[in-house]
């Protein structure tokens, strides 16, 4: 199979910043597969606080092309396999989530069904998506959550104590809205404790993602006893040993294809979570409508879903699953169902 890659370059509506920086643009990775006369594709999506650089991405998948060009793209556990040989400190889990999908969808494509029917799995089963909002001070966190609409569920990001203000003046002006918190690493044990009283307090927050360091597994597990709210593992999670080591820690975890390495591993995450009682959260990275409907394949099997990237983007240059108010709508077409946007 012949493998390809190229710039693909994403610009954000606003300025996005979370607890590890802000960025108002990222520089992905588009992977093209061809074999048999059909193409698959793929992204990458390439995240500065993971150390990720697209030139890296680019050396690594310039040296798995020439190691499987022999590859049958049918043939996915051998796939797996061989990417692990390749790649056995799971330093580039990235590009091998987007060439495993850039080969699901080929034979999603070769078989005419899309990637939801070809796992088996019922679209009206998904949950809402929620959509994100970075950190902003109290006027503007107004003006953002506005410009969304009807959103039922916002996801809030915060890297201190003093955003807990931006959470409260939002509550107050959408009191019907659904909340969500994301600390991305950013609360010291202390603060963590303090804002889930806080958030207890506001009401209506269904859950609290990734309060401390990426490390602190004991520390999320205090957070997790002192609160009636949810809490969610995004950063210390990647694979599914990940998960077994997370059990009784957290209440659920948040799963995403460039963490995991592609939809195999991200499935038996799935059922690790499950075994051991915990909620299970599929969300992305800042992708283009290709990465972002890769995963919406797997919608039905979680219990919240944080698929909005596309909706963040000025130059989305897919389309694929369809978001309107928080409810998606999986492609019927072959493989991921994505193909490139009409110009404007």
Not at 30 to 57: F, M, N
Not at 137 to 161: H, M, N, Q, Y
Not at 276 to 291: F, H, N, P, T, W
Request: aromatic residues 4%; proline residues 6%; hydrophobic residues 45%.
């Amino acid at each position: 199979m012949d493998i390809r890659a190229e710039p693909l370059d994403l610009e954000l509506k606003r300025t996005f910043t979370i607890a590890h920086g802000a960025s108002g643009r990222r520089e992905n990775l588009l992977v093209k597969l061809t074999y048999g006369g059909e193409t698959g594709l793929g992204e990458a999506a390439i995240v500065p606080y993971y150390g990720h650089t697209r030139s890296e991405a680019e050396a690594v998948l310039e040296n798995l092309a020439m190691v499987l060009q022999d590859q049958d793209p049918f043939d996915l556990q051998g796939l797996e396999e061989n990417l692990s040989i390749l790649d056995p400190a799971g330093r580039a889990p990235h590009v091998r989530a987007a060439l495993e999908c850039a080969c699901l969808d080929l034979v999603g494509r070769f078989l005419g069904v899309p990637l939801w029917k070809l796992l088996g799995l019922q679209p009206s089963k998904a949950p809402l998506t929620s959509f994100t909002l970075p950190i902003l001070p109290p006027r503007e966190i107004l003006e953002a959550a506005g410009e969304v609409g009807d959103f039922p569920i916002l996801k809030v990001k915060v890297g201190s104590l003093k955003d807990l203000e931006s959470l409260k003046v939002l509550r107050e002006a959408r009191p019907d809205v659904i909340l969500r918190v994301d600390a991305n690493e950013g609360l010291t044990l202390e603060e963590a404790l303090l804002m889930v009283r806080e958030l207890e307090a506001l009401g209506g927050v269904d859950l609290f993602e990734q309060p401390l360091a990426r490390e602190d597994l004991e520390g999320l597990a205090r957070v997790k006893d002192a609160s009636i709210i949810p809490v969610v593992a995004d950063e210390s999670v990647r694979t599914a040993r990940d998960v077994f080591r997370l059990a009784g820690k957290v209440d659920g975890v948040n799963l995403k294809l460039a963490k995991s390495g592609g939809i195999r591993e991200t499935l038996k995450s799935v059922a690790v979570a499950r075994a051991a009682g915990m909620k299970v959260m599929l969300g992305c990275m800042v992708e283009s409508s290709l990465g972002v409907t890769a995963m919406a394949h797997l919608a039905p099997l979680a219990d919240f879903l944080d698929l909005d990237g596309p909706l963040l983007l000025a130059n989305d240059p897919f389309r694929g699953v369809g978001i309107r108010e928080g409810l998606l709508d999986l492609p019927e077409e072959p493989g991921l169902g994505c193909r490139p946007a009409r110009p404007a």
